[in-house]
């Protein structure tokens, strides 16, 4: 009976794994930026395709395309909305209420400037 047991809670983490989503950056994310005490919200829409990113961030100053690569829980990615470039790196991780999250820092390309970026997926 033991064995039966463990047998079926074997099975069942096994098919969780395997149901564990190839694609997790594809969707709609609200992404918060704090650079330089300057704040910002975007909305991005993101195609993960194998290791390739891509999609569009928009804003109130206006939109653009992005491009970037996965490797695990690893992103990178680059958004060219308005003047400037913003090239974000950052980690997959979960919120203390379990839904996904990307943490990481983001570099406002022609000034040098670093600043700080989490994004959750869109309600």
């Known amino acids: 009976m033991m064995k039966a047991k463990l047998v079926l809670l074997l099975l069942a983490a096994a098919a969780i794994v395997s149901a564990a989503d190839p694609t997790p950056f594809t969707g709609k994310w609200d992404v918060y930026i704090n650079v330089a005490d300057h704040e910002a ?3 991005c829409a993101f195609t993960q395709t194998g290791n ?3 999609g569009d961030c928009s804003a109130d100053t206006g ?3 992005i491009a970037g690569k996965v490797e ?3 992103v990178i990615w680059s958004h060219g909305g308005g003047t400037v470039t913003l090239t974000f790196r950052g980690t997959l991780g979960k ?3 379990m839904t996904p999250q990307i943490l990481g820092n983001v570099t406002v390309e022609e000034y040098g400037v670093v600043g ?3 994004a959750a997926p869109s309600k």
């Open 41 to 43: 919200n975007l909305t």
């Open 72 to 74: 695990g829980t690893k």
């Open 52 to 54: 390739d990113l891509s």
């Open 63 to 65: 939109s653009g395309k």
């Open 116 to 118: 700080e970026f989490s």
């Open 95 to 97: 919120a203390a209420d």
